[in-house]
């Protein structure tokens, strides 16, 4: 019986030692994206580098000349990510939310009873 039942249980963990080591599957927010959004104060275009620790996102807008803008509060789950975004230490907030879908997003910017929509897309 138990020559029978080998082959069985040897497939079965070399299956799941296969699993094991291909490790845990990427967050579908993690990676660089091109930012951008028209408000009325302006266009906004950033390069925006984004990484999750379970359901905790990271990251930052990089607007250039030297101006960077962290991700602050971040949540990611599964595609839904929300964060907020202090401007250059001002007193506006921009609290932001957004869906992934594969290598873009689109989202909603709220700030001072205004909202306004955003999009990014992966690979910048």
Known sequence: MINKLYPALL???LATLASCAAGPAASPVDG????DMNSPMGEVSATV??????DTLTGSFDLGDGRTW???DGIANGNEISFKIDRDGSPMVYDMAATIDGDSAAGVASAMGMEVPWTMTRGS
């Open 11 to 13: 497939l079965t963990l």
């Open 32 to 35: 660089t994206w091109s930012f």
């Open 49 to 54: 580098m984004m990484t999750t620790n379970g």
């Open 70 to 72: 962290a991700i602050e």
